[in-house]
């Protein structure tokens, strides 16, 4: 697998250290909770970015991620130095969503928006 090249994309990243339900955000904001123990990010694969990374315990919303499509998205960790993948999911930038990290790296686990269909990558239709 080729190496990618991910930008870091932090508009309106407040980190807050707020309990998280799963509920969906504002459209177009993707907010992220890491409520295990290790920080956490999310990467949207077709745009080639991600959010700013979100310390244990904390929350953050991040703006300006639009789009009626649904699209995929990975959410990983980070323990030490190194990252890992926890979860993969859709993201429909017209209804906003939440991502919330759970467990510790090697039970790591996360709830991902629901965008009423698969948002695959190598989807062609």
Do not use: H
């Amino acid at each position: 697998m080729a190496a990618r090249a991910i930008a870091a994309f932090a508009v309106a990243g407040t980190v807050t250290g707020a309990a998280a339900s799963p509920a969906s955000a504002a459209a177009g904001t993707l907010t992220v909770c890491s409520q295990g123990s290790y920080s956490s990010y999310v990467t949207f694969v077709a745009r080639g970015v991600a959010t700013a990374t979100v310390d244990p315990g904390g929350c953050a919303d991040f703006a300006g991620f639009t789009g009626d499509e649904a699209e995929p998205i990975e959410v990983y960790g980070i323990s030490g130095s190194a990252a890992f993948r926890v979860a993969e999911g859709g993201y429909r930038g017209s209804q906003g969503g939440k991502v919330v990290t759970y467990g510790k790296p090697g039970d790591a686990w996360a709830v991902t928006p629901d965008v009423g269909e698969n948002a695959d990558s190598d989807d062609d239709s």
